[in-house]
């Protein structure tokens, strides 16, 4: 990671804030502006905290007097997203994993060669011939093999968030939760409410019109994830609880959830990436354009295969497919903590340190506080 340009970006953030702290006509638009106001100084830790909790809905762009071509130059929508790009390469674990955010594409591309390998040597039986009993996965592969594998990757990943996200929590200093800050942050979270510009008309994409389809794409993505992820766990329970093993028939819970996600984790992906492809420069970062289009383009041929493996697991094609699935699942775990898919967690600790300081006195103690 380069220190000077993580320096440059948390300098801007800073130089970016001071002026808005001294305007102050976006206030309502997000917590980031109530919560800048609750400074006057903007350390590092409070750079990236700010940069996280901001959404990059686009709206106090357009509302900013003094956005370009005015002479401050103020942007506050790409100030903040050049510095998320560096709060996840910063906090990475290992550190020097923090370097596949610069190469997101090709990082991408390498986990997801090595996991189609992998499966292509790993089946106990012919890919290219139907399986007996029929829509039979682990005649292929073992369960006990599958469970090893992807058990340890997810592990791996999940250490590695963990311990990145827990580094930034300290840094941050948010001080203690409780019941009230915990409820807000999950109702947040689930209604993505600071994806609405402010004002509930929705995000500025392409230009200064107000859209809720990027917040709409976000709600079919997250909860598309959130279901495939209960199919799982409910596969898990028919498994080793119920003695019920795969495949499911298509009216069973696991296929039922599994479906129902999978389109929304096709259309939701879908939708970012034409939001992606026709957003205005200003908008962001277009550095970081690799490292969100390649997410959801990895999160399309996940979902995608899983559906067309579901489709035809009846017929010979059922093994390649399972290939091509198993190895687009095992690339974004093997990404996971050091992809796109880090910003909801960051997100989600900034948004909880914004609840527990908003309870908070202010420290200031300026006028007539």
């Not at 390469?89 to 610069?102: E, I, L, N, V």
């Not at 277009?286 to 041929?301: C, E, H, I, N, S």
């Not at 190895?327 to 527990?356: C, D, E, N, Q």
């Amino acid at each position: 990671m380069d220190r000077g340009a993580s320096d440059d970006a948390e300098a801007e953030v800073a130089r970016v804030m001071q002026i808005c702290n001294a305007c102050r006509y976006c206030e309502g638009f997000c917590a980031v502006f109530p919560a800048m106001t609750r400074r006057i100084e903007f350390g590092k830790a409070d750079a990236h905290y700010l940069a996280n909790l901001c959404h990059n809905c686009g709206s106090c762009l357009h509302a900013c007097q003094y956005a370009p071509p005015h002479e401050f130059v103020l942007n506050v929508p790409q100030a903040m997203a050049r510095l998320r790009g560096k709060t996840y390469a910063d906090y990475a674990w290992p550190a020097c994993m923090g370097t596949a955010y610069r190469h997101a594409g090709v990082s991408i591309a390498l986990a997801l060669l090595a996991s189609l390998v992998l499966f292509f040597l790993v089946p106990s039986g012919n890919l290219f011939e139907r399986v007996d009993p029929p829509g039979s996965f682990f005649t292929l592969f073992p369960h006990g093999t599958l469970v090893w594998l992807f058990g340890v990757v997810f592990a791996w990943a999940a250490l590695a968030l963990g311990v990145g996200v827990g580094r930034f929590w300290r840094d941050v200093s948010p001080g203690a939760p409780n019941a009230a800050a915990a409820t807000e942050t999950t109702h947040a979270i689930l209604t993505l409410k600071y994806l609405d510009g402010g004002h509930g008309e929705g995000c500025n994409n392409e230009d200064d019109a107000f859209s809720l389809w990027r917040r709409n794409f976000h709600h079919l993505t997250f909860y598309g994830f959130l279901l495939c992820f209960a199919a799982t766990l409910a596969a898990t329970f028919h498994h080793y609880v119920l003695g019920i093993h795969a495949p499911y028939a298509l009216t069973s819970l696991p296929v039922v959830l599994g479906t129902v996600g999978g389109i929304g984790l096709v259309i939701g992906p879908a939708g970012l990436l034409w939001c992606n492809v026709r957003r205005h420069p200003l908008h962001g970062d277009t550095a970081q354009r690799p490292l969100d289009r390649g997410f959801m383009l990895l999160l399309l041929l996940t979902s995608a295969s899983g559906l067309a493996l579901l489709a035809w697991r009846d017929t010979a094609a059922m093994g390649v497919l399972l290939v091509v699935h198993l190895g687009a699942v095992m690339a974004f775990f093997l990404t996971l903590p050091y992809g796109k898919f880090a910003h909801g967690i960051y997100r989600s600790a900034a948004l909880l340190k914004w609840a527990i300081e908003k309870r908070q006195p202010s420290r200031l103690k300026l006028g007539g506080d």
